[in-house]
Structures are given as structure tokens and as C-alpha cells.
């Protein structure tokens, strides 16, 4: 998709979205709009409903934009009217930005428009949307120049469908070496370097624990680190992305839920979808990322309940339950990231435990963290675009749940309480006392039910709440 700034509508013909601001159900004075007038009876600027007249020989698309915008619901509104009313859209399509509107809402504009091109059917013969078609150009109309904030908006957007795809379509085709292909494609398009450590290569560095997970299954494992290295970066930060194809538990496998557990790599989607928005974006941080790829299965092979494993970091693990795994590939992640590369600050993803789930719900993700000033940086970053984090306690009372009588550690309190915090002082473990290491655990929030399909589907959380946070570094 291009943009295209235009002066008027003369001689424009096709759909024309005119974003309003909510006036009164009895107000006796009518919105304007390019010859058009509505009447407050049908219809005043209230948020979330819109108004569609014809005339001119152009599709005037009214949008309510109520009293008072936050980025995600103005995303989300922009979102429905190009998903939900696609037939709408001509060949040619003006968005009318208010003079009103800042920078941070022109983008949630543009993004959300992308955003709404977004088809969970991969695998049926659908109509393509109309901003699809490869001459596509979007026009626009505002007071002032907008196109650095509406392109941004697109580069949001177009990590952010990336990240859908790589989470909504099945493990069949998403493999570890799928992941691996992408990174690697990927990097070479927006500029960012990839390595990838196989079976053999990620035994010989000493990867157990990472290793022990893939045994069960016919995928080989890839550990897929990107570095991006502007020139004169101002700081170095490290991301870990869980990236579990799919999660049958092992050998403790799972009684319920399995069908959804295509999205247990949605943590790793998320830092693959980060790096391609930060290089997009030509950031000026440095930033190194891992994701420990492969697929928890079962068969002959499979590590067992009551195995000792070791790890990256020289620690050996007693593995009390085999679908606590997510953790034990993301301590070698940590390890190795933080040993080798020694980023300033560190951040991993993870739809890490159903504990988080009871606790907060699906609005927020959970987050872990010793360091405050890193807290109120991420929780900034995520409350201005809706993408929330809340702290939860890492406090070493809850140390004695991760302790072993037969290892350094073991992967599983076998509690059914603070689930979500025993994870995280698990990890916590092989960070090697990092000073700013976050954790993020985004099991509620990645993959979700909501009106834009009939099943539960890819939110793409954490892709640009990390690029936020990097950013505003």
C-alpha cells in the first residue's frame, strides 16, 4: 500500500471515510461533509457505529469517533470499517484526517486500516481485500504533512500481519525450520543478521536443556539469533522469544486444550515480528534476539518426568512435568543470550502458564521484574498503545517452590498456586542475576477470542510493545 496526500475531492470519485466526533443525539446541527449533511437522528459521532451515503458518485463512509480516543480502541474501530465492510472500498478511497488528530492517532489510523486486510481463511479461495492489490494507493486529506506517521502506522501494521500469519497457521506448516527460514528471509530484507544453530551445532554448544524438549519429535530444533547493529547505537538490548511450534505436553500431555496449542511459539512470533518493525523502523538501539525453536511431541524418544537435564548455563534440572517446557528452552535462550552477548537490558516473551490466565485474565500480560525503572518503561510503553502489563511479585519467598533435592533446580513447583511467579523465578535462575531482565508472560493476550473471526486467532501482542519500549529508550 501507498499514501498519497490530495488537496480536494474534485473530481474524486470512490470511497471517502470522514472520522467524526461525538456531538449529541439532539443536536440540531448537522454534520457536513462534502455536500453531504447528516442529521443527529441517524446518526452524531458516537464511538464504535458509522454511516454510510451515496452521492457524487462517491461511498461517504462516517465514522464515530465518540468523545475521547485512546490508540487501540481508534486501531481497532479503523480496523472493523476495513475488515467488516470491505465491499465499501473503490478503486480509490481519501481518508479525511481531523485537524484535530496528533501523530501517535494518525498512525493507530493507518494501521488499523492495514490491520483490517487481515483474512484468518489461509487455506480458502476468498476475494483479496482491495488494499491488497499491488497499485493499491491510499489517499488522504489533512491540514498538515501526516506521512511520517501514517507510514509508520503501515510498518506497524505489516510486522503486526506477519505475526497473525506465523501464529494462525497450523503447526504442519509452521515448523521450527519454518521459523528458521523466515528469520533468516526476513533479515535479509529490512537488515538484520541470522544465524541458526541445529541439533548437531546446538549439542555441541552445550543447548541441553533447549535440546531435551525437541526429543519426542520429528522437527529438528533451530535456535535463531538476529542481531541488528546500527551504527552508533545508543544501547543494547536482548529479546527471548518461546517458540514452540506445538505443545502436546509430552509425555504429561495435555487432557485439554491441545487444539489451540499451535500458538505456544506466539512469544517467539512476537520478537520475530519486533525485529522486522525495529529494522523497519531503522532504529538506533542495537538489539540481539533469540528464539529457541521447536516442537514438544511424544514419542520413544521423549524426555521423561523424573529426568535430570542440564543446561546452557551449567545448572542441571530435575523435570518434574514435561508440558512445563516452555521455561526450560527459554533458560538456555537467557543463558546464552546474556553470556555471549551481554545486552544492557533483557526482555523475554512467553505464553508461559495458564496461572497467568486465572490471575489477570485476558486484558493484560503478566510481568516479572527486580528492576522498577524497567517496570515503569515497559508498562508505559504498553499503556499507550492498549497493549497492558501488570507486575507481579518476584519476591525469593517463592524461591523454595523451584528448589530440588536431587538437581540445582527443578522446571515445576507441582503446586496449584502462583503458577505464573514459580515460572518466573525459574527463569530467573539463569539470567545470572541480570540487573534488567523482564519477563513477560503473554499467555492470556496472544491468542484470543474477538469480533474479528469466529475462533480464537493471533493478537500479535508484544510486537509493538517492545518496538514502543525500544524506542523511547
Known sequence: MKIKKINDLDKFTGTIIIPVFETTAKSIVPIEYHGVTVYS??????????????????????????????????????RRIASKQKEV?????????????????????????????????????????????????????AKSDIDKAANKGIKIANAQLETFALVDLPPNKITPKYLANWATETGKKYGFD????????????????????????????????????????????????????????????????MLHMKCDMAGGAAVLGAMQLIADLKLPIQVTAIVPACENSVDAQSFLPSDVIQSYAGHSIEIIDTDAEGRLILADGLSYLIKNYKPDTVVDLATLTGSVVGTLGY??????????????????????????????????VYKPDIESEIADVKNYSGKPVAGAISAAKFLEYFTDNHASWAHLDIAGVAFVDDEFAKTKHATAYGVHLITNFIENL
Open 194 to 257: 541470522v544465524t541458526v544453530f541445529g541439533k548437531e551445532k546446538s549439542s555441541f554448544v552445550g543447548l541441553h536443556s533447549f535440546l531435551s524438549v525437541g526429543k519426542g519429535s520429528a522437527q529438528e530444533p533451530q535456535f535463531i539469533i538476529m542481531e541488528y547493529k546500527p551504527e552508533k547505537a545508543k544501547k543494547h538490548i536482548g529479546l527471548v522469544g518461546k517458540g514452540i511450534t506445538f505443545d502436546t505436553g509430552g509425555l504429561n500431555i495435555k487432557t485439554a486444550g
Open 363 to 396: 486484558e493484560c500480560a503478566g510481568l516479572f521484574t527486580n528492576n522498577e525503572d524497567l517496570s515503569k518503561k515497559l508498562q508505559q510503553a504498553g499503556d499507550a498503545i492498549g497493549e497492558r502489563l501488570w507486575q507481579l511479585p518476584l519476591w525469593d
Open 89 to 141: 472500498f473503490a478503486k480509490n478511497v481519501v481518508v479525511v484526517i481531523p485537524e484535530k488528530f496528533n501523530a501517535n492517532q494518525v498512525e493507530a489510523v493507518f494501521s488499523g486500516l492495514v490491520l483490517g486486510t487481515y483474512d484468518l481463511g489461509h487455506y480458502k479461495k476468498t476475494e483479496e481485500h482491495p488494499f491488497l492489490n499491488a497499485d493499491f494507493e491510499l489517499n488522504y486529506i
Open 41 to 78: 437522528q441517524v446518526f452524531y459521532g458516537k464511538k464504535d457505529t458509522h454511516y454510510l451515503v451515496e452521492k457524487y458518485d462517491c461511498t461517504h463512509v462516517f465514522i464515530g469517533l465518540g468523545k475521547e480516543l485512546d490508540y487501540k480502541a481508534l486501531k481497532n474501530l479503523f
